[in-house]
């Protein structure tokens, strides 16, 4: 067990340009959770997938976000025309699945928008 | 909708001091709560957690009761050492298991002083 991994760790990048983010979450977990966290603030939940179904989106996902599971194994999250408010720690997390199970976090990805 | 407030930080002690960081929420339903802690240049690892009400919480010293009547999760430690000094955040699942996303607090940063 390896642990939820994430990458890239840091991505820096220019107002309006495309990034993709990719968690890898603990083998076998079929819960696959994305979050964000600004400064000083709480991790805020984005999305989370059942296998490779999505089946909660917060209305922090705008149109500009999407991610996707498509083999029910790792997941990546792609924002769309950057803006500088987009700029956070990027968190994935994994649970086994059941109703009652701890989420485990990855280090997350640190977003840059210049 | 679901919310949760922490007592703002940082929180500055001395070592062997008692320690009590406030947590309240305001949620629909009967959610599971949680302390997550997160160590300077690590990831979020779960701390405790409480399922239903009257459910005490506990790791490493740390302890926490869920309280239905006062909407409260107060996280309590007799004596802290620095190598508690971290952040750490109070959250609630939406569901009552924790098995989708989960709503956190802002974090309260705690320094403990030798």
């Known amino acids: 067990d390896t642990g939820v991994s994430q990458d890239p760790r840091h991505k820096i990048t220019k107002r309006g340009q495309n990034v993709t983010f990719r968690c890898d979450p603990i083998?076998?977990?079929?819960?696959l959770y994305w979050y964000r966290q600004t400064l000083g603030q709480g991790p805020e939940f984005l999305t989370y997938?059942?296998?490779?179904?999505?089946?909660?989106k917060s209305r922090l996902l705008s149109d500009r976000f999407s991610a996707e599971r498509p083999k029910g194994s790792f997941s990546t999250l792609e924002i769309q025309r950057t803006e500088q408010g987009d700029s956070a720690m990027y968190l994935c997390a994994s649970s086994p699945g059941t109703v009652t199970d701890t989420q485990y976090f990855g280090p997350g990805t640190r977003l840059t928008v210049l | 909708g679901n919310s949760v407030t922490q007592m703002e930080g940082p929180v500055t002690l001395s070592e062997e001091a008692f320690l009590t960081i406030n947590c309240t929420y305001t949620a629909t339903g009967y959610p599971s709560l949680f302390w997550y802690v997160q160590y300077p240049g690590e990831g979020l690892q779960l701390l405790l957690k409480a399922t239903k009400a009257d459910d005490k919480g506990s790791n490493k010293g740390f302890e926490a009761t869920y309280r239905k009547e006062t909407t409260s999760f107060h996280l309590e430690k007799g004596s802290v050492q620095v190598s508690d000094s971290a952040v750490y955040f109070c959250?609630?699942?939406?569901?009552?298991?924790?098995?989708?996303?989960?709503?956190f607090g802002k974090g309260t940063h705690l320094i403990i002083q030798p």
């Open positions: 997938f059942q296998n490779e179904a999505q089946l909660e």
């Open positions: 959250a609630l699942s939406h569901s009552g298991g924790g098995a989708d996303g989960l709503t």
């Open positions: 083998s076998e977990h079929n819960r």
